[in-house]
């Protein structure tokens, strides 16, 4: 596979990535960004860790969406992960406009 159809290949991907998270992103209440992914999740439990002089986060997630271009299924019922970042959790209001983030690079397809 050349470089060319390499780079066409996940430009691809991401963009099919995006519009799966518009056709979504209606069906989560919280938005969960962490250093390494990006999650839509309907329920956050976020616990802070001191350990050794670092604090870390657990952040538990139920019915989640994860951001992954390498994923086969990206629902997952129950999530774990570990944060040694700053963790951001948006809680959306009902009847809310989702706000899709840009995406350097990467335009959606007109409607």
Known sequence: MSSENLE???SD??????EEYKNVSGLFTYIVETERRFYLANSVQVTPHLKEGTVF?????QDVWVWDIFRSSRFVKNVRVYSVRDVNIEERTPGEEF????MDG???PEA
């Open 57 to 61: 986060f657990e952040i538990e997630m």
């Open 13 to 18: 991907a991401q963009l099919a990535l995006y």
């Open 99 to 102: 706000m899709i983030p840009p």
């Open 106 to 108: 990467l335009q959606p």
């Open 8 to 10: 066409n290949f996940e």
